[in-house]
């Protein structure tokens, strides 16, 4: 029902930034939050930071306070502003939406996009 694109990854040098931009279509009506998932390499997927429909945040800890999460309920775009850069931050980032409905719930996931933080 709703179908994610991803775009803004790439090569950056440490301490430097990037902003990834995820557009959703289809059922946009019903999504709760969309958010922004990463995995390493050879580590396991972890949550990055995620906003509700009306605005609410979360963080990880290695994140806060260098990556912004934002959202336009209006455009069905969630966006994630990645600032001083470190090379554990290197990953592929999948955006993620969550759809919420009376008697039932949904995940969706973009194709990931490759952030790679290297001098």
């Known amino acids: 029902q709703v179908q994610l694109v991803e775009s803004g990854g790439g090569l950056v040098q440490p301490g430097g930034s990037l902003r990834l931009s995820c557009a959703a279509s289809?059922?946009?009506?019903?999504?709760?939050?969309m958010g922004w998932y990463r995995q390493p390499p050879g580590k396991q997927r972890e949550l990055v930071a995620s906003i509700t429909r009306g605005g609410n945040t979360n963080y990880a800890d290695s994140v806060k306070g260098r990556f912004t999460i934002s959202r336009d309920n209006g455009k069905n775009t969630v966006s994630l502003q990645m600032n001083s850069l470190e090379p554990e931050d290197t990953a592929v980032y999948y955006c993620?939406?969550?759809?919420?409905?009376?008697?039932?719930?949904?995940?969706?996931w973009g194709q990931g996009t490759q952030v790679t933080v290297s001098a």
């Open positions: 993620n939406v969550k759809v919420v409905q009376v008697l039932s719930n949904t995940e969706y």
């Open positions: 289809g059922s946009v009506n019903s999504i709760a939050a």
